[in-house]
């Protein structure tokens, strides 16, 4: 699928120091001693034993990963759109192939690819390009479906910035189409929201496309 034949239509409407802030909160969200234990109950629902040398530290290691891959659930992506700036800039501002890693929360397995994000500033209120990334990241990592993550990201967006437009586009592999049922490895999942007069002017629209395409 080329990013020009996707068909648009209106979805329903960290900062490292936000991440060391959440270090409490993700005490509260995860309990290792349960993941733990389930981790050990599949091994042994598999027929594996959990106690042979290669799989003793394995339950650990996973809580441990969790916290890592999952760090999303215990803060607020938007806080990281809290601060922003005024400049004399109200032309469309976008942040390319931003790296992406997640979760599908169907299979939990990764998938993996780009985003793209496009706004357009309102009286000059812009933020950080870093910023941007950290929202896709906050929002990704956590256990997703595609499309919610790209609207997610769109209306946190469009709310904090109080953007006049907004256009997310991501492009992910997923492993479970590459690993395991239909197989079919290098497939890419499109997903775009579009928000504002990124939605109403096809112009506008096809001029932010074009940009991510280029």
Do not use: W
């Amino acid at each position: 699928m080329q990013l020009a034949d996707i068909q648009v239509k209106e979805c329903p409407q960290v900062d490292h120091r936000i991440r060391h802030s959440a270090k409490g909160e993700i005490e509260r969200v995860f309990d290792d001693a349960k993941i733990e234990h389930a981790v050990r109950m599949i091994l042994e629902a598999i027929g594996e034993d959990p106690d042979r040398e290669g799989l003793q530290e394995t339950p650990a290691r996973v809580a441990r990963m969790y916290r890592e891959i999952f760090y999303g659930l215990a803060e607020d992506p938007e806080l990281h759109l809290a601060k922003t700036f005024s400049e004399d800039h109200d032309e469309m501002v976008i942040v390319k192939d931003i790296p992406l890693y997640s979760v599908c929360e169907h299979h939990l397995l990764p998938f993996y690819g780009k985003a793209h994000v496009a706004y357009i500033p309102r009286k000059g209120n812009v933020t950080g390009l870093s910023k941007l990334a950290r929202v896709v990241d906050g929002f990704a990592r956590r256990p997703q479906l595609q499309e919610r993550l790209t609207s997610q990201i769109a209306d946190s967006i469009m709310k904090r910035l109080k953007a006049h437009g907004v256009l997310v586009v991501i492009e992910a592999e997923h492993m479970c189409m590459t690993f395991r049922g239909v197989k079919k490895p290098g497939s890419k999942t499109v997903t775009s929201a579009v928000r504002g007069v990124l939605h109403k002017h096809q112009a506008t629209r096809a001029e932010a496309f074009a940009l991510i395409k280029d």
